[in-house]
């Protein structure tokens, strides 16, 4: 009778913990089309802005590695050789070894994209998928030397620093929950061998999904530039410090949070930076749910 009593308490304090978050989820979406109704131009400014910026500065640098990761899913992946040493440090197996490396020298969402792709073709297994997801995104390296360092803090060495940080950042975590789980088992690595389809068609698929996944990525980037938007005018209404517009800009997204940042003072804006890259914002983690939705991701 205790344990039933006990359940039935739990099942109506996870039910009222829902009632909770919906009655939140559902004011603040009302609070928003209320305050867009109001401020149309901050609205179409904010999605125009998004766009333009998914256009200049994530289109190009992402769309050509789209299209080549899923050929070379389609083709057979990577060789295993060139990612197969890892597979001990990581515990993960060489396919998932090569989505980190192209999720390193590419920038998300690509490693994301190419684990997904692996683990629909059987080569990562689910228990292996999320952690390899998680290790493999992190910003590109042109973005953090090219925009970060040399725009934003003037100092390519800077961008370098902040390149090797995140994927110490994302590399740490994934040894230790191999070790915890003495993942250093031999871990197989040989696949089901799927017959390849014919280069024109594969290209073809490669450049159709492509499309897809960056017509994505630019819807995520203009919504969250609106938030952006809304968060900023309210503070600017009610005279919040600029610093907590940044830490907010940077929480949701993280272009935005970057550039909003720039006028921060020297000492600052590096940790600054380093924070806001090693987080990358709710709408990378969304973007890498999205081309993961196929796949369970945890």
């Known amino acids: ?13 996870s039910a009222q913990k829902w009632g909770l978050h919906r009655t939140f989820w559902i004011v603040a979406t009302l609070f928003l089309m209320f305050f867009f109704l109001r401020n149309s131009e901050i609205a179409k400014n904010a999605v125009l802005d998004g766009l333009r910026r998914a256009a200049i500065g994530v289109l190009p640098a992402v769309f050509p590695f789209l299209v080549l990761s899923d050929l070379l899913v389609s083709t057979g992946g990577l060789p295993r050789r060139m990612s197969a040493w ?7 197996p060489a396919s998932g070894c090569s989505a980190i490396l192209l999720g390193w020298i590419c920038g998300f969402p690509i490693g994301a994209v190419y684990a997904a792709k692996e683990a629909e073709r059987g080569n990562i297994e689910q228990e292996d998928f999320t952690k390899t997801v998680a290790a493999a995104s992190i910003p590109s390296p042109a973005f953090l030397i090219g925009v970060v360092g040399n725009g934003i803090l003037q100092d390519a060495k800077a961008g370098v620093f902040l390149w090797l940080f ?9 040894m230790i929950s191999g070790k915890k789980r003495k993942i250093l088992r031999k871990i197989p690595q ?5 017959s390849s389809p014919p280069f024109f068609k594969a290209l ?3 450049i159709r ?6 017509l994505n ?5 203009a919504f969250f530039s609106v938030l952006l938007a809304a968060v900023k005018a309210v503070f600017i ?7 907590w517009e940044f830490a907010v800009a940077a929480l949701l997204e993280l272009s935005g949070g970057i550039f909003s940042a720039s006028v921060l003072s020297r000492p600052l804006l590096l940790p600054f930076c380093a924070s806001a890259c090693g987080w990358s914002g709710f709408s990378v983690h969304f973007q890498i749910f999205s081309v993961c939705e196929k796949v369970n991701l945890k």
């Open 1 to 13: 009778m205790t344990t039933l009593a006990g359940k039935k308490r739990a099942t109506l304090e």
């Open 86 to 92: 890892l597979s001990p440090i990581f515990g993960l």
């Open 166 to 174: 995140c994927m110490l950042s994302a590399a740490i975590p994934c």
């Open 190 to 194: 040989k696949t089901p061998i799927l």
């Open 204 to 206: 073809t698929e490669a």
């Open 209 to 214: 999904n492509a499309a897809g996944v960056s």
């Open 217 to 221: 990525l630019c819807s995520f980037i």
């Open 237 to 243: 209404r009610f005279g919040i410090p600029a610093i």
